[in-house]
């Protein structure tokens, strides 16, 4: 299957108990991620990362629904069309 860049958008409701979950999954995918930014936003108690990934659609799907099925974190994703 072909990879192709895209992105996928986190935002994480709890730091404190989800964090590491997240951390967990993004080190098990890390061959895929190209870059990876994170910013607590204190105010409001969340925490957003933006990755950018070189990745198939299956391995897209399978991260966004790992870290989707994880209570607090909500997950967008999107590929490139080539």
Same mark, same amino acid.
């Given at each position: ?29 890390? %061959?895929?991620?190209?870059?990876? #930014? +994170? ?5 409001? !108690?969340? &925490? /957003? ?8 659609? %299956?391995?897209?799907?399978?991260? #966004? +629904? ?5 209570? !607090?974190? &909500? /997950? ?7």
């Amino acid at each position: 299957m072909e990879k192709r860049l895209g992105f996928i958008g986190i935002i994480i409701e709890n730091r404190n108990e989800t964090a590491g979950k997240v951390q967990e999954l993004l080190t098990d995918f890390g %061959d895929q991620i190209v870059c990876r #930014t +994170g910013v607590p936003y204190r105010e409001k !108690g969340l &925490s /957003v990362i933006t990755l950018i990934v070189d990745t198939t659609t %299956d391995a897209l799907g399978s991260l #966004t +629904g790992k870290l989707g099925a994880i209570e !607090g974190v &909500s /997950v967008k994703s999107s590929l490139a069309k080539k």
